[in-house]
């Protein structure tokens, strides 16, 4: 049919009708249609005044050549929402849906309106503390109406029991039951209230059942409302307050106290226990009185606590019939016994309570004793802390003098290359000492935090003893000492590096207290396992030191060691029992004084390999800082003595210039840092904060190859979120350190966790250049 054609016959169609395209075009319309459909804020298209379902659900529908009927919602500006049935049948000669629209406005606002109430009601019976339902008449009995309660208990939900019979949700007891009930309320015809008794998984629930009749004008019928409401509890209560009356005349019997029933003192009744505890039977103590059976020095009280009618108890003592004293707590108590008021005394045992009193004193006395010790040792502590404060103090000193003199030569205009060599030596050596010290706390800081990784693996004790022997070969010689390192082919299985801390501390141990005489190295075979040996020639150990020494802070001879240019903090040896317990290798000390000590460790045996691993310390995140042994290069050379110890690294150039993002927030190590990296021959860039970081890494972001990044930033900033802002402004991730300068056990498990290497200040050159030696 032509378009024309199509719109003068719907021009001729009643109700509001239209031919509507795939896209819900009007292709022409009844007259009633163009009049309801010429809104004006609709600009002349209908589908603006469609809600967002409607026109999606409406186009769905006209994409498909079938016939629909769906409901649409127009917004009109001076009616508000109108609600619209439309039905559409396809039509294939115009390819298109021809629609009519129905109103149904009034009867979807009835809907909604009834819809809340039905809800409202809905809310209500839910609230309502009981079971619920509403059933038709018979002979179909259905239910039309429960709440959750009621659906619940029937093991539906309110939808599902819609429908549902009597005979659908009873049991045939219970439908027994219930017709029976039914019999008098369908005679009567008045409402009826029973006890219904209903089988749980582990009780019995007592539920209060009442039909009410819900009747025509006529009186038919119509229907039945059941509520039923749980008064297990009630019925639960009454059956306890039964069973407690029976279980008070049995606990009496078979109670492990004793109680004794008197009228004016005289005993009335007793109870087994209170035969038991005075060893007379039943028919000896009726009669007797109570106050006869305790000490009489305690009668007095007693006859005022048993006859003054008012609930007492107290500590006393009564007489067994073999003459044993019983220490015993009376209670005293009145009750009412078949209407007639009776005292009661209650005799408990407390034997059991006298020696857990005397326990918890002995404990609290040990506890006192233990407390009094550790607040001396934390006194101990504290005292020596104080005077270790002049150990760092001391190299502290020494450099701000050296730093004295160069200033000094500086103004000079010929200064011998020898001074400022010998200045540079005394600086490293106060630097050395100051580092020796921070590291030893550091070591006891890593392992409060179990920070340190034991990394088991074969090691030869040759190349061991060789570097050993090459450590502390100086260091005995200046002090006049003979040093022997044993030869040894062995191979045994640990940790490299822990080891060697071990026997680095035993050997400058046993240097620092043998003021003459010779220090040996060896080992010695013990079945499968090597036990190795330091023998010195020194002070010695008295016998009741042998355990103290492995303490912290505790020094056998604090004045002898204080004098010693080689003085430690006391920490060696406690280092050296914890890092062996960490490597399981088992420690033991022989002790003479005046003559020397003997200190041995022993470790599992391990076939040889051909190939030797380096005992070199790694830069690891359980490793990041260079273990040396405590005392090494603690003695400063004199004015006049060649420097025969190699020289740190510090003037070394790098095997390949880096580009280094430093941050740190303290100003001179910044500009430290900086120097040092530029001397050695690489481009530094200095952040003093994470802001300045971000800057630079944008503006270098494909020149920057190493992060160095202190761990506290000022205010709450830390390396980790410094690190992270940086990293998201490089294109390619970048080797990371954080150097950190707190020892405390909790921060060093903080940032061992974080992910990156850690170098510990003071950095020393060694550690700084394996950083920069990094693969990038």
Known sequence: MPPDSAAASWALVPGIGALLSAVGEVLAASPDWQSCMQEAPWGGDWRNGLDHDSRLHLLQA?????????????????????????????????????????????QEVERQAHDALTGWIRRLFEQLPMQLAYFSAPPKVRCLFANNRFARAMGHDDTSILGRTVADLLTPDERLRLRRAGRSYARSGQDLTFLHRRRRADDEEVLEVSLCADRWPDGRLRGTFVLMTDVTERHRAERALRASRERLSRFLEVSAEGVLFHRDGTITDANPAACQLSGHPHAELVGRTVVSMTPRRHRDRSRVAIGSGADAYFESEIHHANGETIPVELIGRTMEIKGERLRMTVIRDIRDRRQAQARIHTLIEDLRSQKDRAEAADRAKSVFLAAASHDLRQPIHALGLFLTALRAMAQSTCVPSTELAQICRRMQSSLDGLGQLLNMLLDVSRLDANAVQVELAALPLAQLFAELDQEFADLAHEKGLRLHVASSSAWVRTDATVLRRILSNLMANAIRYSPRGRILLGARSRGDRLEIQVWDQGIGIAPEQLEAIFEEFYQIDAAHSRRSQSHGLGLGLSIVKRSARLIDAPLRVCSTPGRGSLFCISVPRAPAHTNTPSLTPTHSPTHAHTHTHPHAHAHAPSPTEPAQRSERSTAAPAPGARRVLVIDDEEQVLMGMQQLLQVWGHQVWCASSADEAVVLAIAHAHEIDLLLSDYRLGGNMTAVQAIAAVHACLPAPVPTYILTGDTSPQRIQEASELGFPLLHKPVEPDALLAALRSPT
């Open 62 to 106: 006209l994409s498909r050549a079938r016939d629909f009927t769906l409901p649409l919602r127009l917004w009109r500006p001076a009616q508000g929402v109108a609600h619209y049935r439309c039905a559409g049948w396809w039509d294939p000669v115009q390819r298109a849906h021809g629609c009519y629209l129905v109103d149904v406005t009034d």
